[in-house]
């Protein structure tokens, strides 16, 4: 499997909702990233996990929270979140998380805050 | 703090046309710079990385450190190039930093 794959593809959920979005990788990249893009803007990094410990917080706020079980999972966990979050949540893995790796990406999953 | 600039928002060219993306990085150290491409439907994915001196594609990507340029070139532009272009760079923190993107649109 060389894919990176995300669940949902689509998220609705209100402010005071709790929800989780799922990355998963079996490629045996051992460093996983989560980018959010707003429509027509670039990807902007939010965390990055190397040998399942986060190890980049990019200031993100605390209403998203990252979680790593093993090496081939990352969460995100979402709580009170606000309109101006909604966008598409990219999750990205890589070799060895050095900086000439390759990142190879999801599909995304598009997040709508109500 | 880094920065990667691309200035052009859309290029349109007729195929077989040559075409140079541009881009521009701020960084006064050693940086790892890279070309992503998404094309319609697709998922980001890696297009080349300065350190490979590879061609993709037919497309090439000089770094130039005096200019602190890394711009996408090919000599003969073909439709399926059609594509949205982002530059990015790596600081060694393990991080992309990526440009705002530039659209490419191929005419017949």
């Known amino acids: 499997d060389t894919e990176v794959t995300q669940t949902p593809k689509h998220l609705v959920m209100g402010m005071t909702n709790k929800k989780s979005l799922k990355c998963e990788q079996h490629m045996g990249h051992r460093a996983m990233y989560w980018y959010k893009q707003k429509a027509k803007k670039p990807p902007e990094l939010m965390f990055v996990?190397?040998?399942?410990?986060?190890?980049i917080n990019e200031s993100v706020p605390s209403r998203f929270s990252p979680e790593c079980p093993n090496s081939s999972l990352l969460n995100l966990h979402l709580h009170a979140l606000q309109p101006e979050d909604s966008a598409l949540y990219l999750c990205?893995?890589?070799?060895?998380?050095?900086?000439?790796?390759?990142?190879?990406f999801g599909p995304g999953t598009r997040l709508t805050v109500l | 703090a880094q920065r990667v600039t691309q200035p052009e928002k859309l290029l349109s060219v007729f195929k077989g046309a040559p075409v140079e993306l541009k881009c521009n990085y701020s960084y006064s150290g050693s940086p790892e710079l890279f070309w992503y491409v998404q094309y319609s439907r697709q998922r980001l994915q890696l297009l080349l990385r300065?350190?490979s001196r590879e061609s993709i594609k037919g497309f090439t990507a000089d770094l130039n450190k005096g200019e602190t340029s890394f711009h996408l070139k090919k000599p003969f532009a073909q439709e399926e190039d059609s594509a949205m272009y982002y530059c990015a760079l790596d600081t060694g923190r393990r991080a992309l930093t990526f440009g705002s993107g530039t659209r490419l649109q191929v005419q017949p």
């Open positions: 990205a893995s890589s070799q060895t998380g050095q900086g000439t790796d390759e990142q190879f």
């Open positions: 300065h350190i």
């Open positions: 996990y190397s040998y399942e410990k986060l190890s």
